[in-house]
């Protein structure tokens, strides 16, 4: 059987054959190994040899043919029967075919069982697995769990089990911050960085303040007008900060006066100043209309 | 960035040996925690340790409280509300109590750093006219608790300017007489430029952060804040070098942090890198130093904000970057 696949395999190559085997080589679409090649049309061309022995002797002429080399004999059996031999290489194909046990019986033969056992323990796994799933979820959805307050961020995950808390972290003693032993270098994040010394003395500092000192001549403006006020008589010009009308952010005018802007800030309980003056005016005007609709009627 | 000293240095209450204005431990308030001396490494116990510094140590606060610190740049954009809202939550982080102002009247930003900008429905201007108490008006941030926001004003409403400064000084006032105690820092985001918005944030301040960047025109703009600043009596003033880039100054393409030192003569609170996570941090408004894993500008923030509870300066600063060593057989990994 597995002889007669073979040959039909081989048949098919074989119509190209009488191509010199150069251009065959060429060609990308067969692209095998030549060795094999070569061994395969060999094997071919003896089995149409023999072929070719049998129909010389249905013919007759037998003897001679016998001892005639293969070579020739492949040559004269192709030009006699080639039809004839394909003829008997797809029978051969449907024979082999027929041979081979059906594959749908054998499957028909345990299909309904293991079907069965087959779904049913996906259907298994399936339920296995949401129910895991849906547990998992459930845990980690619980208030007040210790995955619940991780994850709120009351508990740090990495110090559980360290029983005295860790109030601040030093960030000098940081596991991401080494200095190296000769202190030239310290190592930041898993980058090295040099270390250099500060240099500025005491000395340098006062000049520096002297020089600003010098430079800049400022007073604290006390006392911000809008534009177009007169200047007080009794003020020192330098401490007056000018404020346009149209100040983004600042103004010049404010309702309230000063002393109760600074009770309303050192208030600590009770109702404050404002909403209790509009409450107590609300009140007022209600009484008012009140005894207004007394004395009417 | 980092401050250093020996191991072996005498002192080791202040690890890094400190200006002049360090608070000998004496006289500390009665806040500090005085460090616990089992945490305490020294040498024969951790043969091998790489961070000279102490572990779990929290700073000591010097000086009075509240203390109120002004963080002001004569120039815009160069990270004045970061500054502000980094180190104020790392204040907080650390345990100290924080408030801070938004002193930005026009153009008031820090709640979005913060991400409190839904929380605020009151501001100073309704607490001045009586429309609601202080207490009212102070954002408390859930994330930390003893962190407090307070802005000065909505972006619509003006500021009567003629007793804005004067306002903020009742402000810091009532912050004292508090039920709840004196807050540990008081920090006042500064507006740009010097308008009457900087000349109110200024009013109540006892110390000042100036925040710059490695570029000569915020460099002049700097200079001419901290003879403003000196004129009307604030002398405690540090600068912070912000947005360094140490591959530019490796090329000489910046000024590096000594040369802006040189330039100004004043004492480092901090030096910030470049970090394309503190854009990421603002648009989230959340705080880089929250960060986890954190960054390195987030880090710089929280040894900067040590330093200001410490009453310190650095005495390092890292320069450049170098390459980093690698082993003989790190070809095979990482």
């Known amino acids: ?297 | 960035m980092l401050s250093l000293q020996p191991l072996s240095n005498p002192k080791p209450s202040s690890l890094y040996s400190s200006s002049s204005s360090f608070t000998p431990p004496n006289s500390l308030s009665s806040k500090t925690l005085k460090t616990p001396p089992a945490f305490r490494p020294s040498r024969n116990f951790y043969p091998s340790v790489h961070s000279i510094l102490q572990y779990n140590r929290k700073p000591q606060l010097a000086g009075d409280t509240p203390r109120v610190v002004v963080i002001t740049s004569g120039k815009g954009g160069v990270g004045k509300t970061t500054t502000t809202a980094n180190i104020g939550l790392s204040l907080a982080r650390l345990g100290f109590s924080v408030v801070a102002i938004d002193c930005d009247v026009g153009l008031r930003n820090l709640d979005l750093l913060l991400g409190l900008e839904n929380r605020v429905n009151y501001t100073v201007v309704e607490v001045l006219n009586g429309d609601c108490r202080l207490d009212q008006a102070l954002v408390r941030d859930k994330r930390w608790s003893n962190f407090e926001l307070l802005c000065i004003s909505k972006p619509r409403s003006k500021l009567p300017i003629g007793f804005g400064g004067k306002a903020l000084v009742w402000l810091v006032d009532a912050l004292k007489a508090r039920d709840e105690g004196v807050p540990d820092f008081i920090l006042i985001d500064c507006p740009a430029g010097i308008d009457a918005g900087f000349i109110t944030a200024i009013t109540p301040a006892n110390e000042a952060v100036l925040v710059t960047t490695p570029d000569i025109t915020s460099l002049r703009d700097a200079d001419r804040v901290t003879g403003l600043l000196e004129c009307d009596g604030i002398r405690d003033i540090k600068m912070m070098v912000n947005r360094v880039r140490t591959d530019m100054i490796k090329g000489e393409d910046m000024m590096s942090v000594l040369d802006v030192q040189e330039m100004l003569g004043l004492p480092l609170l901090g030096v910030i890198p470049e970090d394309s996570e503190v854009i990421r941090s603002t648009n989230r408004g959340y705080p880089l130093v929250l960060n986890k894993p954190p960054a390195l500008a987030g880090l710089a923030f929280e040894q900067a904000a040590w330093r200001l509870v410490e009453q310190d300066s650095m005495e390092t600063v890292m320069v450049e970057e170098e390459p980093k060593k690698r082993g003989f057989f790190s070809f095979f990994g990482r």
């Open chain 1, 1 to 297: 059987m597995a002889t007669s696949i073979w040959t039909l395999q081989l048949h098919t190559v074989s119509v190209p054959l009488r191509i010199p085997s150069k251009a065959v080589d060429f060609r990308t679409k067969y692209l095998f190994d030549y060795a094999f090649w070569r061994y395969t049309r060999k094997r071919t061309f003896k089995k149409l040899g023999v072929v070719a022995l049998g129909d010389s002797f249905t013919n007759g002429d037998g003897k001679n043919s016998k001892n005639l080399p293969d070579e020739v004999m492949v040559v004269k059996s192709e030009k006699r029967s080639l039809p004839v031999l394909l003829q008997q290489t797809v029978t051969k194909l449907q024979e082999s075919v027929k041979s081979l046990p059906p594959a749908t019986l054998l499957v028909k033969k345990h299909s309904g069982v293991s079907l069965a056992i087959g779904l049913s323990t996906m259907l298994t796994l399936l339920v296995f697995m949401v129910r895991s799933y849906l547990a998992k979820r459930s845990r980690r959805n619980r208030p007040g769990s210790v995955a619940d307050l991780v994850r709120r961020g009351q508990l740090k995950s990495d110090r559980r089990g360290i029983s005295n808390p860790l109030k601040y972290d030093d960030p000098f003693n940081n596991p991401l911050v080494k200095v190296s032993k000769s202190n030239s270098t310290v190592e930041m994040c898993g980058k090295v960085y040099r270390l250099a010394p500060v240099t500025l003395t005491k000395e340098q500092q006062a000049v520096h303040q002297k020089r600003r000192s010098r430079a800049y001549q400022w007073k604290r403006p006390t006392l911000f007008l809008r534009e177009g006020d007169s200047v007080p008589p009794d003020v020192d010009p330098d401490t007056i900060r000018w404020i346009p009308a149209n100040h983004p952010f600042a103004t010049t005018a404010s309702e309230i006066d000063e002393d109760l802007a600074q009770t309303n800030v050192y208030q600590k309980h009770g109702v404050p100043f404002r909403i209790q003056a509009e409450h107590e005016a609300l009140q007022r005007k209600l009484e008012a209309l009140q005894s207004v609709s007394n004395h009417s009627p």
